[in-house]
């Protein structure tokens, strides 16, 4: 067996663990949540194989040492990673807080990572190095800048949770983590409509989402469709906006403490937060530095990562020397994950600089 | 409060406006939100570019906007005076906070940890009792056991109120914020260093060429370099079967008074120093020259085969034919599509691919592509013509830096990871045991405070009180 049928068994898996978390927190019922867990721990078994098997093929394809045979250096590469530290992290946290109520919130961002993967035809083949990442330093600031994407992922899934518990139609944080979520749905059900309009897999995602991007929806040559889009987009928002408080019901009955969620959202902040200055930032200017002959060049996604880190340095100053507690800290959390997000794809598909992936 | 801020004096008031916590957080936004614009608008790009981008936003508008926009310094913004005061003003902000605070912080670390008063030990915020078996003497061992095993070192104490044992664990890592203040400011200070006294420069040097400058931005502004550098030589390889680069080196000399004093093949990510001067291998490429010189070997269909080596626009025949072949075309990159298509893909030599027009007898037989890289286009229906090499045409590109703040960079970096790590992963953490006798046994009551990490800290009081 190859990398990818290892890799196929982690989707179905992270898949099927979604589904069963969301189960186990309708039906509350302890059975489905230990299948729920062994489920996700076998794709997390099944993923770390395959992550394996890929570093062997690299290294045959790459004609190099196998220290720089990790397989880390696309963007298809990177997000199955960010997919494993997160499932990884999510464990954790479920086996020191003993509770699985939070992986009905954090499997769908697996699921959605990995949806996105297959919505954008995003090429999967294995490329050698190009001389460029050919560096010893490519190894720590990718792995350290995942591991830190993932703890915020986890606390914007916790940080939703805490909103959606903590706040009412009336409050203006209610219509942010709404609406919020209702773009991040929408975005993604107008890439699967692109996937299925077009069925094409380019060459790179970079290709495809300039060829194709939103074009069956937002961006139709049809101006009637584009507007149709728009208009389906802002009711899919409203629908979320005006049921969101089942969310919170939900969350409630299974009575999941607000300060927990506080909690849980800043110490992933305080994890991530220095892993991602050293490894996003310090280890990726030491490795510029070396290759080009520059430490800081504001590039768009340098730019962007300094972005981030002021996003999440506003929310540790906020909260300590501010003493901001409860929704505004919250949306600080949700604000940080967008901009990661942004740095981390929107960058790389939107925006030009130096951080393609080496894909050219 | 208004008549307090009346009463200010004016430096008073400026050291309160840059110690708000409010500026840094309108600083942090504003940085962010201009650096947003940056990002999108391609910075110190021709106009033409930005206003195609801006059409998609702006229409019609998009020439007023970019001027605007232009005028704002938005298209060179990150080397704009107001972005720069901008960071300046942060760099104060920091400061200012830091100093500010600075003193309550130091004189806590100062002051080392002291037995509490009954009324302290009863406010403490985390409390918990144990009673062991043992009379005080061996329980106080047995307590000290655990706490050692915890990360503590009692120290004991002795009054009218009876044993008191403490300890604390940390107490430097209250300083880790200002550790890492000081770390920004520290890496502000390497890249102002780089900025006054150091250059970054670019230079491209043909094979076998020497050059004792470099070249700063796009206008001719020349660097001398105090020494001459020569690249005895390029190579770039590329993987099996694909046009993806593998590598690229340079072999170059640095001569100094005539002599040569350091020889070294770089390639990217390891460059050549010399006195503060460092060669990246930045990258490679084509240099239209009218002495280069194209190199065949031309095999007649019987197999007679001959080397040929020709400049551009000369003329070659295929032995043992009346059929002649002339240069008429050069691209540095062409490579095929599965389909055969041909297509360009690269200003950089990847792929070097020569257009010959062959003739017979004066007039023009037909013409084809014939591709460095690819075997399949050197056959003809006349014989074989093998694009062994283009010799003099490449040139290494070489990113040329003298920065002698990197090093304060660096520092601070080094710096940051140990004011990060103080901040978030150590805590200042204190425990309390008063050991008091009753009937024969002994009764623990431990206090205990921590700034951080409580949830976790009280795990670990409580499983050394479970160890007794």
């Known amino acids: 067996m190859d990398s990818s049928q290892f890799f196929g068994i982690a989707s179905i898996a992270y898949i099927l663990a979604m589904v069963s978390y969301i189960a186990y927190l309708v039906f509350r019922n302890g059975t489905i949540g230990i299948i729920a867990t062994t489920i996700t721990a076998a794709g997390l078994a099944s993923q770390t194989i395959a992550f394996i098997l890929r570093g062997i093929e690299f290294h045959g394809i790459g004609q190099m040492g196998f220290m720089r045979a990790i397989p880390l250096t696309n963007l298809y590469e990177s997000l199955v990673f960010f997919v494993w530290c997160l499932i990884g992290g999510y464990l954790i946290i479920e086996w020191k807080y003993k509770s699985r109520s939070f992986g009905a919130f954090i499997t769908p961002i697996a699921g959605m990572a990995l949806a996105f993967i297959d919505i954008s035809g995003m090429d999967k083949s294995i490329h050698p190095l190009i001389p460029a990442l050919q560096s010893n330093w490519l190894l720590a600031h990718v792995t350290m800048s995942f591991i830190a994407y993932a703890t915020f992922a986890i606390s914007f899934a916790t940080a939703i949770m805490y909103l959606a518990v903590t706040t009412d139609k009336k409050d203006a944080s209610y219509s942010f983590w709404t609406i919020t979520l209702g773009v991040f749905l929408a975005i993604l059900i107008g890439m699967g409509i692109d996937f299925l309009v077009f069925r094409v897999a380019e060459s790179s995602p970079e290709a495809f989402i300039k060829s194709h991007l939103f074009k069956a929806t937002f961006r139709n040559s049809s101006g009637f469709i584009a507007a149709l889009s728009y208009a389906a987009a802002a009711g899919f928002i409203f629908i979320v906006w005006k049921y969101g408080s089942a969310l919170k019901r939900i969350i409630t009955s299974f009575s999941i403490e607000p300060d927990l969620l506080d909690d849980l959202t800043y110490k992933n902040i305080a994890i991530g937060f220095p892993i991602f200055t050293l490894g996003g930032l310090i280890f990726g200017a030491i490795w510029a530095d070396q290759a080009w002959g520059r430490y800081w060049s504001w590039d768009p996604k340098e730019t962007w990562s300094l972005i981030t880190w002021f996003v999440y340095a506003f929310y540790l100053h906020a909260r300590f020397l501010r003493g901001w507690r409860g929704a505004n800290i919250a949306m600080v959390a949700v604000v940080g994950f967008i901009s990661t997000i942004f740095t981390y794809l929107g960058v790389n598909l939107l925006l030009s600089g130096l951080h393609s992936y080496g894909g050219q | ?468």
């Not at chain 2, 960071?87 to 400061?95: G, H, P, R």
């Not at chain 2, 109120?161 to 880790?176: D, F, I, P, T, V």
Request: include cysteine; proline fraction near 4%; glycine fraction near 8%.
């Open chain 2, 1 to 468: 409060m208004s008549n307090e801020k009346q009463n200010m004096s004016f430096v008073d008031r400026i050291w309160s406006f840059f110690s708000s916590i409010t500026l840094a957080i309108v600083v942090f936004t504003v940085i962010s939100l201009t650096s947003i614009v940056g990002t999108i608008l391609e910075q110190g790009a021709a106009p033409e570019r930005n206003i195609k981008l801006l059409t998609k936003f702006f229409g019609e508008s998009s020439p007023t906007v970019y001027r605007i926009l232009d005028t704002l310094g938005f298209t060179n913004m990150f080397h704009s005076w107001w972005f720069i005061a901008l960071l300046f003003i942060f760099a104060a902000n920091i400061i200012v906070c830091s100093l500010d605070r600075l003193p309550k912080i130091w004189k806590l670390t100062k002051e080392p940890i002291k037995p509490l008063t009954p009324e302290q030990f009863a406010v403490m915020p985390i409390k918990r009792e144990a009673t062991l078996k043992d009379k005080p003497d061996k329980a106080r061992e047995s307590v000290e056991a655990a706490m050692k095993k915890a990360g503590f070192a009692l120290a004991a104490h002795q009054d009218e109120n009876g044993m008191q044992l403490y300890a604390e664990k940390g107490r430097y890592s209250r300083l880790g914020v200002y550790v890492t203040h000081l770390s920004i400011l520290l890496i502000f200070i390497g890249a102002l260093i780089g900025v006054f006294f150091g250059f970054n420069a670019s230079l491209n040097l043909l094979e076998g060429t020497a050059s004792d400058v470099a070249y700063r931005g796009s206008a001719e502004k020349t660097v001398p370099l105090g020494f001459t550098i020569r690249c005895d030589d390029f190579n770039v390889s590329f993987y099996d079967n694909t046009d993806t680069p593998k590598a690229f080196n340079s072999w170059l000399t640095v001569i100094e008074n005539g002599r040569e004093v350091l020889k070294k093949q770089i390639d990217v990510n390891n460059p050549l120093k010399y006195k503060g001067i460092t060669f990246y291998q930045s990258s490679y490429g084509f240099s239209p020259s009218r002495d280069s010189l194209f190199v065949f070997n031309l095999t007649s269909p019987t197999g007679r085969t001959e080397s040929v080596s020709l400049k551009f626009g000369g003329t070659f025949s295929i032995p043992g034919t009346a059929v002649t072949g002339r240069i008429v075309d050069f691209s540095p990159a062409l490579g095929q599509d599965p389909s055969g298509r041909l297509f360009t893909y690269a200003e950089m030599m990847n792929n070097p691919a020569v257009f010959v027009e062959l003739s017979e007898g004066g007039k023009v037989k037909y013409n084809q592509w014939i591709l460095k890289r690819y075997p399949q286009t050197w056959r003809l229906p006349d014989g074989i013509v093998e694009f062994v090499d283009l010799w003099g045409a490449q040139y290494t590109g070489l990113q040329v830096r003298r920065d002698p703040g990197v090093w304060i960079v660096y520092l601070g970096c080094l710096v940051m990871a140990i004011g990060l790590y103080a901040s978030f992963f150590m805590s200042h953490s204190r425990v309390w045991v008063r050991l008091r006798e009753e009937k024969g046994a002994t009764k623990a009551i431990f206090a205990a405070s921590t700034n951080k990490n409580r949830l976790s800290f009280e795990q670990k009081i409580d499983r050394a009180i479970k160890s007794l």
